[in-house]
């Protein structure tokens, strides 16, 4: 996620998650294969290795396989390092998005049925909850969550604090307009889409 430049690219997979009504739940997420193998191995049980990650394909099959020996090159705890990194990270995401919930009540609106930000209210924050605020409005507008990167926050942000009205942006799944009052976001039609893929194809 980091080197993909992910809007939040640190806190990593989480252990609980809600997923159309469920929670996802990893338990083993915070313990090494070692010593799962280790213990597989002391009990005697069996287990099946996932073909695909030997595929170099994925690009976080060649972090394990490439990157991630490099860097024990420079410190052979990195490993380790990175998880607290991901921990920490967690932990202030957590607290950051709950300031940023609130914040949302204000900054953020249904107008019509498309969500706007308002630039005033978003301004009185700081930028670190300006993110996450623009965030939660691209995603409670129905952006597409994965392809969503920081980029496209800022550039919502910039749009928001010190755009003109007229100014539009393209971001995933969704098209953001600025007015003179405020920005307005609201999903890209199937139709617009089709006309923006067949103009990309001449």
């Known amino acids: 996620r980091l080197l993909r430049g992910a809007a939040d690219p640190l806190a990593g997979m989480p252990v609980r998650r809600p997923h159309d009504g469920l929670w996802v739940v990893r338990p083993l997420l915070g313990v090494w294969r070692d010593e799962v193998l280790a213990y597989l191995r002391a009990e005697g049980v069996p287990w099946r290795r996932d073909p695909t990650n030997r595929s170099r394909a994925a690009l976080r099959n060649r972090i394990r396989q490439d990157l991630l020996p490099v860097l024990e090159?420079?410190?052979?705890?990195?490993?380790?390092?990175?998880?607290?990194?991901?921990?920490?990270?967690?932990?202030?995401?957590?607290?950051?998005?709950?300031?940023?919930?609130?914040?949302?009540?204000?900054?953020?609106?249904?107008?019509?049925?498309?969500?706007?930000?308002?630039?005033?209210?978003?301004?009185?924050?700081?930028?670190?909850?300006?993110?996450?605020?623009?965030?939660?409005?691209?995603?409670?507008?129905?952006?597409?969550?994965?392809g969503l990167a920081f980029v496209h926050i800022e550039r919502v942000r910039d749009m928001t604090l010190d755009g003109a009205p007229g100014e539009r942006a393209d971001l995933p799944g969704l098209v953001a307009c600025r007015t003179a009052h405020d920005v307005v976001l609201q999903p890209v039609r199937r139709r617009q889409r089709r006309r923006t893929g067949a103009r990309k194809m001449l």
């Open 73 to 146: 090159g420079y410190n052979p705890g990195v490993r380790a390092v990175l998880w607290r990194l991901a921990q920490q990270a967690a932990d202030d995401a957590q607290v950051l998005d709950a300031l940023a919930a609130g914040a949302a009540r204000t900054a953020v609106r249904r107008r019509r049925g498309r969500v706007a930000i308002d630039p005033e209210a978003l301004r009185a924050l700081p930028a670190a909850l300006q993110r996450r605020v623009v965030y939660r409005a691209l995603r409670d507008a129905g952006g597409n969550i994965r």
